[in-house]
């Protein structure tokens, strides 16, 4: 593509390799998700130009960054890539004032024009007042906002993002994420994170990674209400199964048959099935009585033997986790009235009006 990003690298790093495809148009924001080891930071780090790929091409708005094809691999600091971290990373020694305008200064533009330059993207991120300050003075949130205003006074083409507010303190990342969703308006950029709340409100698309792969992308809201993959259902907090469709649902690898509402997945094609949480019962007995956590309504046509994992504290109701990743979510006094604890026997319940069938790959 000659505008916007288009990455397409493949690199090994011992016995992991990464090897992924991933465009960004003009002005859009994409979210890198995947569990930790997919291979999110070395997708970032080769786009910025700190790992060389073994075969690729990186192309940024009609520049060539690296063409291992043609020999091309320009450095780091010219690639005109803003890059915000999980640590801000800023220089001690320096002021607040000249760690933004070190970028500026560093493009060749006099100390009195850089200084310019930082006083104005301080400002953007609302933290000019902290301009004579050096970094050991800042609190992690103030720092981050210095660090983005330092990313910005490089005048960067793309915006790399990696877990941008890991670091934050809970009650500070709300007013940080709204800063970048300001932004990020009509920018380039990838970001890096595990929290879904970063996905939904910064970004335009979302890639999932799994073994160096990409395994999912699409809309984010598509992505996060219809998941395809493992981990963009356990970040939306959906229960997914994998198998092939039937006619009327699903059949697993072992042989399980769910049943489900279908979306026009022909039988025989690699599928999922997802259901919330909240859809589920729980029983500690065979499927004779009727479980808790569910109005009497017939008998659920799904039945799940399996056994708890783990118990997870989550608002006002207990996510009861099973061996298989499922999940249902119980009242505190319905946990306790079942005696569920980790190993525990229990037969989950889904109803098939509950259940999405779609195909496995869009």
């Known amino acids: 593509m000659s505008t916007g990003l288009h990455v397409e690298v493949a690199l090994r790093r011992g016995d992991f390799t990464l090897d992924a495809t991933v465009d960004v148009a003009p002005g859009e924001v994409v979210a890198v998700l995947g569990r930790n080891g997919s291979g999110k930071s070395t997708l970032l780090s080769a786009v910025a130009g700190l790992l060389r790929p073994d075969t690729g091409r990186i192309v940024l708005e009609g520049r060539v960054l690296t063409d291992t094809a ?3 691999a320009l450095p ?4 005109r890539i803003g890059l915000l971290a999980q640590q801000p990373l800023l220089f001690p020694h320096l002021s607040v004032l000249d760690n933004v305008a070190f970028a500026p200064r560093a493009a060749g533009k006099s100390r009195r024009a850089a200084r310019d330059v930082a006083r104005r993207h301080l400002t953007q991120v609302d933290a000019a007042q902290f301009a004579p300050r050096r970094p050991g003075r800042l609190s992690g ?7 983005l205003a330092r990313a910005l006074a490089a005048d960067p083409e793309l915006l790399l993002l990696d877990e941008p507010l890991s670091a934050v303190d809970v009650e500070l990342a709300p007013a940080l994420r709204s800063l970048l ?4 308006t009509e920018r380039i950029a990838l970001i890096v994170t595990h929290q879904v709340i970063d996905a939904l409100m910064l970004a335009d698309r979302v890639v999932v990674l799994d073994g160096g792969r990409v395994v ?3 809309p984010t809201h598509e992505v996060l209400t219809r998941p395809r993959s493992a981990f963009a259902a356990r970040l939306a907090g959906l229960n997914l199964v994998s198998g092939t469709a039937t006619v009327g649902g699903l059949r697993t690898a072992d042989g399980t048959e769910l049943a489900g509402l279908s979306d026009s997945t022909g039988p025989g094609a690699a599928a999922v099935a997802v259901f919330a949480p909240a859809a589920v019962a729980v029983s500690v007995d065979p499927p004779r009585r009727e479980p808790q956590g569910r109005e009497p309504q017939g008998s659920p046509r799904n039945v ?16 009861v986790r099973g061996v ?3 999940a249902a979510e119980l009242t505190p006094a319905a946990a306790v009235e079942l005696g569920l ?6 037969w989950f319940f889904v109803k098939a009006a509950d259940v999405a069938v779609y195909p496995q790959h869009a």
């Open 70 to 72: 043609a020999g091309v």
């Open 76 to 79: 780091p600091h010219r690639r």
């Open 324 to 326: 298989s990743g499922l």
């Open 304 to 319: 799940v033997h399996d056994r708890v994992a783990a118990l997870e504290p989550g608002g006002t109701l207990v996510r």
């Open 181 to 184: 969703v300001t932004v990020l």
């Open 141 to 147: 949130g103030q720092a981050q906002r210095v660090a």
């Open 341 to 346: 604890h980790p190993g525990a026997d229990v």
């Open 216 to 218: 999912e992308q699409g």
